[in-house]
């Protein structure tokens, strides 16, 4: 479980995140939208722990990570892929994945290297490949296997969808579905509307820092059916 | 031109090359590791030398122990550079122009705080075999052997070392892409500080092997830096291997250019070719699928 109790961060003043206030409870799968500037990435960036939080503070299965170095995230049970997915190119499929096998050695057995190629069987053929040489689809799957040998209990995905073909961006949230159904927390950041609104159960709105607005369970006809709300917070029609 | 005088040559290129290789493959860990040129591996290099030339000459300790001692000290001191300086810079986001700098500058002071303990005379450590053979006409000592053996020790090292532990992945991964090692639960600062404390070892064994041959000085660190970062580059920076091979095309180009030209164009002749080498295959003489190397 994910909380998140006014949270303010920025790269320099005034803060760009001004007290967010958001949970996410297990076995949910949450979306963020927001249009570009609103604050998402930099959300990312602070629960990743990659930017310090200025005030307010994170909790991950009732532990404050506010000041828990990145690195240590992982063991409290967070993974996160990042928009441009951070793999580490000059390396093999199987050498990214080792190393998150590792890292996620210390927390209870969720998946291993033959559930992850049953899930996504790209991946399973492409293990002796080096990363940059992978299509965009594929880099993203090895980067949620990356992601799920950590043994995470919440997963922050930041614009899974982003340059992916429409059969693609399917398949990746038909697992997203799955995992949500084991009792996985997933933080579905996303600038697509359509996307978002057709996969989690409730989302947060953010614009310029703030929540604006919250999609309560079930919600997202109401939502997306007032043309008001849609253009004043994501631009869209 | 003989066939003996060209072996001589072959022999003497190949040995100073395996010098600049060592230097450029120190030079590789570090880049590997970080991706920072270090502009003071040569003076890290003389910092271990003259460090054991201490320790035998004025200390009267037994070699193995002096030598044992030149590695351990540049190598606290490389580990203390990334502790105090490096991570500074990275907190504050420096680029890289400012990394260059700083390497540049601790070498300038490496070489003169060796100056003034050592001033200005060369000294030389005590070989470690005093054995000469003669191959097809070239005299080739037996501290030629040992650097190559211990070279290729290194060499393979470094490849075990980078393919098949988690610690050497794990390094090779945090400079790859330091946010994406620290969201999969490597610890990037320590992988960098390791990196700088192996690159200082290595430096440190490179300056050992050739004190015998050559006397250490205050001068010697950057014109090991410089023919060390060629090998590394020529070979593709990150590629040991290459480093090896570009350290001895080096070393060769140098030696057949005091044979057929003048000893006095040896360096421009050298250099002239790696530029044309470089222009040629930019990615390195192994080219893009070494770039990896390990």
């Not at chain 1, 076995?27 to 939080?53: D, H, I, S, Y």
């Not at chain 2, 994406?180 to 690159?199: H, S, W």
Request: net charge neutral; proline share 4%; with cysteine.
């Amino acid at each position: 479980m994910l909380t998140v109790s006014n949270l303010t961060a920025g790269y320099g003043v005034p803060n760009i995140l001004q007290g967010l206030d958001i949970t996410v409870r297990p076995g949910e799968m949450v979306g963020l939208v927001g249009a570009n500037g609103a604050g998402k990435t930099t959300l990312v960036r602070v629960l990743a722990g990659l930017l310090p939080a200025r005030g307010g503070s994170i909790t991950i299965n009732g532990s404050d990570t506010t000041n828990v170095p990145a690195h240590a995230r992982p063991k409290l049970g967070l993974a996160i892929v990042l928009e441009n997915r951070n793999l580490f190119g000059e390396l093999t499929v199987a050498e990214n994945l080792r190393l998150a096998e590792r890292a996620g050695a210390n927390r209870p057995k969720k998946f291993d290297i033959p559930r992850i190629v049953e899930m996504f069987p790209a991946v399973g053929e492409k293990m002796a490949v080096r990363c940059d040489l992978l299509s965009g689809g594929q880099q993203q799957m090895v980067a949620i296997a990356r992601a799920l040998l950590l043994q995470p209990d919440v997963v922050i995905m930041d614009e899974p969808s982003t340059g992916l073909a429409p059969k693609v961006v399917k398949a990746i949230l038909e697992v997203l579905r799955g995992l949500c159904s084991e009792g996985m927390s997933i933080v579905l950041i996303e600038q697509n509307i359509g996307i978002a609104s057709s996969v989690t159960q409730r989302a947060y709105v953010l614009s310029t820092g703030r929540i604006v607005h919250h999609v309560a369970d079930g919600g997202w006809p109401a939502f997306l059916h007032d043309p008001h709300l849609v253009s004043r917070y994501l631009g869209q029609h | 031109m003989s066939m003996m005088l060209l072996a001589q040559a072959c022999a003497t290129g190949i040995t100073n090359g395996l010098i600049y290789a060592l230097v450029g493959l120190g030079m590789a860990v570090i880049f590997k590791g970080s991706r920072l040129i270090n502009a003071m591996h040569g003076e890290l290099a003389v910092v271990g030398a003259a460090t054991a030339v201490y320790c035998v000459e004025i200390a009267m300790w037994p070699t193995w122990l002096a030598v044992t001692m030149g590695m351990l000290i540049a190598m606290v001191l490389s580990t203390l550079v990334d502790i105090g300086l490096v991570r500074r810079l990275f907190n504050r986001n420096a680029r890289e122009e400012s990394f260059l700098l700083l390497t540049v500058g601790l070498g300038f002071t490496f070489s003169a705080a060796v100056l003034y303990v050592f001033g200005r005379e060369e000294h030389l450590l005590p070989a470690f075999g005093d054995e000469i053979y003669e191959v097809a006409g070239a005299i080739i000592r037996e501290q030629t052997i040992w650097i190559v053996g211990i070279a290729a020790f290194i060499l393979i090292g470094l490849k075990l070392f980078y393919k098949y532990t988690d610690f050497g992945l794990a390094m090779m991964a945090a400079s790859i892409d330091p946010d994406g090692a620290a969201t999969t639960g490597i610890n990037v600062r320590l992988m960098r500080t390791a990196t700088f404390a192996l690159g200082g070892l290595m430096a440190a064994v490179a300056g050992l092997l050739v004190t015998p041959m050559i006397g250490v000085s205050y001068q010697m660190g950057p014109i090991l830096t410089l023919k060390g970062f060629a090998a590394a580059v020529l070979g593709g920076l990150t590629n040991p291997l290459g480093a090896l091979v570009g350290g001895i095309t080096i070393g060769l180009l140098e030696s057949l250019s005091i044979v057929y030209i003048s000893s006095g164009l040896k360096d421009a002749v050298a250099l002239s070719v790696l530029i044309v080498i470089m222009i040629l295959v930019p990615d390195g003489i192994l080219g893009r699928s070494g770039r990896k190397g390990g």
